[in-house]
């Protein structure tokens, strides 16, 4: 509103008529400035950003595109990187390629308990039986060790 009366009028009469302190009217003009400022780096950094994805046949995403400005000496911020190639619609037109996957299809339907036999515990302490009825224990007796260990014990 100030920028199309200030022509007209003097800043101080608008000031006093909208009742805005003179360092809050300044503030805002700072600011404004400010503004137009960043508003034409983020343009040129937007164009220099467009010439590198349109050179390397527009094949590079947000983060080879910061390392491609990075080696130009142009320092840019990883986000603002991030939001002027959605801005400007630069997309790699190159997919990416595929995570490997092994599936081939449906899961298999499950397999019948034949034997029937139950797999739930005893009681809440104990194991599973074991698989087979012949399985070894964990320990070996002491006729199964080794006749060498007999002899060490004499040192």
């Known amino acids: 509103m100030f920028g199309a ?3 007209r009028w003097p800043a ?6 909208v009742g805005l302190p003179r360092s809050c009217y300044y503030y805002h003009l700072s600011r404004q400035l400010a503004r137009a400022i960043k508003a034409e780096a983020r343009r040129a950094k937007g164009e220099a950003m467009r010439m590198v ?3 390397n046949w527009r094949a590079y995403g947000y983060r080879r595109l910061h390392d491609a400005m990075g080696l130009q000496g142009t320092k840019i911020s990883e986000g603002l990187v991030r939001s002027l ?3 400007l619609g630069m997309r790699p037109s190159v997919r990416r390629r595929r995570k490997y ?4 299809g449906g899961i298999s339907p499950v397999v019948p ?3 029937e036999r139950d ?8 194991s599973c039986p074991p698989t087979s009825p012949s399985s070894p224990s964990r320990t070996a007796s002491p006729a ?11 040192y």
Do not use: H, I, K
Request: aromatic fraction near 10%.
């Open 5 to 7: 009366l200030r022509n």
């Open 12 to 17: 101080g009469d608008l000031r006093r008529l």
């Open 53 to 55: 994805f349109e050179r």
């Open 85 to 87: 190639t959605d801005e």
């Open 101 to 104: 996957s092994s599936y081939m």
């Open 113 to 115: 308990n034949l034997p």
């Open 119 to 126: 797999f739930q515990p005893m009681s809440p302490v104990r």
């Open 144 to 154: 199964s060790r080794p006749s060498w260990t007999a002899m060490t014990a004499g």
